[in-house]
């Protein structure tokens, strides 16, 4: 191939005889890499070499490969594929500049230490625990970890390590610090363990309020419909529950001291605690992202205003102070703004302000009623119940454009929208088959579920975290 560039050369110098121009013929040349690996513990799999952005090309440890006719010009070449305690000295990738019909060479020189190792540990306790975790080690990729064992990362070059566990629920605190950073020094095994708790929560199930046994009270099952547990068991009715953001907890309002306050209670039941105490109605509660925090309705002021307090009922705030009725307040994903419902206009519509009560914008602006507002997990959307058509049906509005998409669409009354987790389903309240059920709505695909089937009222559903 060469040869037959020098022909077309030579014969372009022929034609031009001794005349002022000259024509110049691109050539090309071959480079050689070369790799030399000194030290101990040194890769045997060999390397990877790339010019340019082209495909690996395999090579030894010590030795020689060639790229023959690469066109004249600069190129890049890369060595990689390197054990994680060997490196290359010097620049890596190397610039090589092409001459017609010339060998370039280019060396990479590859020392190797002592390698060592790191043992991550996992220790689980408590209940409702993770069945496994993520270990992560910047550079050297994730390994999967039971709830209680040990993951080795093998061949590490000497240094200190970042190294973090990943896939915690949100019912679990990790001890100590996460990430940590950790020496491996060569020869040695380096271990660290991440020690893990977990509290009884609620994971992957759906909590509502039934009259099932002849009052309100607060109820959990599986997103099927299964494995019915009964939370509360009060001659009061307890109801709008609203679980944690890590599933140990319920909020809900109950009118067992003779009017509707706010109440708290674990998972199963006990622990009830109440954080509120007024002579007024105060309810629909809903809790902050992190959980330290939780608003409310009360009409202590004459008329239904949404409050702010921390979790144990102290620095009660009003958030609203507006004459007219502000109720279901929904705290937004990323803790910064509160959706609610008002009728400040001529009937009553989704706002959203900021946590302190400042910057009220109106999202919704109709005739009709819009109530009921429920965040999407990532939030960007709200879903919410109106009767702008005859009827209830729940509705979502993007909260950036406003752009308003229609959820269900029924004769009957679908109320109280639950996004799940994972933000593909709504779950409602509906009459659709002659008394108020649990459903859900895919927001993806075209799919109603039944979940609740009895003569009661089944109301108020709320999705647990996922694992």
Request: aromatic fraction near 6%; proline fraction near 5%; hydrophobic fraction near 35%.
């Amino acid at each position: 191939m060469r040869y037959a560039r020098l022909v077309l050369a030579a014969s372009a110098i022929v034609a031009l005889g001794c005349g002022d121009d000259e024509i110049v013929i691109p050539g090309d040349g071959d480079i050689f890499v070369t790799t030399a690996t000194t030290g101990v513990d040194v890769d045997t799999d060999g390397y990877w070499v790339r010019l340019n952005g082209g495909a690996d090309l395999g090579m030894g440890v010590n030795d020689t490969l060639i790229f023959p006719d690469v066109e004249e010009g600069t190129h890049s070449v890369t060595l990689s594929g390197m054990a994680p305690n060997c490196a290359a000295v010097g620049s890596n990738p190397q610039q090589v500049t092409v001459t017609s019909g010339a060998v370039e060479r280019v060396s990479f020189d590859v020392n190797c230490v002592q390698a060592g190792q790191l043992a991550v540990t996992t220790s689980t306790s408590g209940d409702s625990i993770d069945f496994e975790y993520t270990v992560t080690l910047p550079g050297s990729g994730s390994r999967l970890a039971a709830a209680n064992g040990t993951v080795s990362f093998e061949t590490l070059m000497p240094g200190d390590y970042t190294v973090r566990l990943e896939g915690v629920s949100v019912n679990c605190t990790v001890g100590g610090e996460n990430p940590r950073t950790v020496n491996v020094t060569g020869g040695a095994v380096a271990e660290t363990t991440f020690s893990v708790v977990c509290t009884p929560a609620l994971l992957d199930r759906i909590i509502f309020a039934s009259e099932r046994d002849g009052n309100s009270e607060i109820y959990s099952m599986t997103d099927r419909g299964t494995d019915l547990f009964r939370i509360t068991n009060d001659p009061a009715n307890d109801q709008a529950p609203i679980i944690s953001p890590d599933g140990t907890r319920i909020a809900f309002e109950s009118d067992r001291d003779g009017d509707f306050e706010v109440y708290v209670v674990n998972i199963d039941g006990s622990g009830i605690v109440q954080v509120t105490d007024n002579v007024v109605y105060d309810g629909e509660p809903t809790w902050s992202p992190d959980g330290q925090q939780i608003a409310y309705v009360s009409e202590r002021d004459g008329n239904a205003e949404i409050y702010i307090m921390n979790d144990d009922g102290t620095g009660d705030a009003n958030l609203t102070n507006h004459a007219s009725e502000d109720l279901s307040p929904a705290w937004s994903p990323d803790g910064e703004m509160i959706a609610f419902s008002s009728d400040r206009l001529t009937s009553a519509e989704i706002y959203v302000m900021e946590t302190d009560g400042s910057g009220t914008r109106v999202l919704t602006a109709n005739l009709a009623a819009d109530v009921s507002p429920a965040w999407s997990p990532d939030g960007a959307t709200i879903a919410f119940a109106t009767d702008r058509d005859g009827n209830w049906d729940v509705y979502t509005i993007d909260v950036a454009t406003e752009n308003e998409v229609r959820v269900t669409s029924d004769p009957g009354t679908d109320i109280a929208p639950a996004w799940s987790p994972d933000g593909t389903r709504v779950a409602i309240a509906t009459d659709r088959d002659g008394d108020l059920e649990i459903y859900y709505h895919s927001v993806v695909i075209p799919l109603i579920v039944k979940l609740t089937d009895d003569g009661a009222v089944d109301t108020a559903p709320c999705w647990s975290p996922e694992r």
